[in-house]
């Protein structure tokens, strides 16, 4: 929207003055019950209401900097970035949230199953299924939709955590899939942390098939396994617009080069 549209051009009252104090008054409610998201949710929307001179938007600007820092510390990724080195920003990036995989699978469930109910990521992913059952078989391609998928709901999850709406996935056959937001991230941390949430998410996937391999051999599930991995090591490849690129932005150069090194042993390895 315009920026003259957002306050009158002579008076310059702003347009949305009632709404504005409405948001306000969310994020004090979410506020008081500790909930970061809709606090940042309401801030966010807040923001896009507000004219670029508007002396408001640095006051709101600086709350959503605070409260999405609040959020990073919490998932530990500042800590890490910060004191940890380029290694582990690299690699025990991911590692360390091993631990939390499983706690992942029995409370982000709702939100898998979420993202199902969506029209659009159903009607697009007919066409991507059909072409992959086409060139792999039926079962090979539902493992590889399950895989993209669970990725791309990772990247989802991440972004609602900072208060951002995005959309379900939508997947382009022969290509993936994407997800959609209307508003951008706060800082280089916080699209770090959104950037990586889906390889994250996606190791789950690729260790859940590995398991189900390990325990009744079918190697159908060892290929699932492995092609998930590929996967997730592809989209950590720190170039253009991939998730390994998202996860370098805050880290110096030191620590780049090491990260670097890292996705580059993974890969021979």
Partial sequence: MAGALLACPSCHALVHADRLRQLASEAEEAA???DISAQLQAWRTAL???PAGARQRQVIAAKIDGLSREVTKGSGLGRRMGA????VAGGALILWKLKALLLIAVTKGKLLLLGLTKSSTLLSMLPTFGL???VFGWRFAAGLIASIYVHE???VYALRR????ASAPMFIPGVGAVVRSRQYPANAYEDARIGVAGPIWGLGAALAALAV???TGG???GAIARVGAWINLFNLLPVWQLDGARALRPLNSLQRWAAVAVVAVTFAV
């Fill in 162 to 165: 900072y208060g951002i709406p």
């Fill in 32 to 34: 008081a019950r500790e």
């Fill in 48 to 50: 896009d209401l507000l």
């Fill in 213 to 215: 391999f390990a325990s």
């Fill in 219 to 221: 190697a159908i599930w």
């Fill in 153 to 155: 709901m990772g990247h």
């Fill in 132 to 134: 992959y059952w086409a």
């Fill in 84 to 87: 940890g080195g380029g290694a």
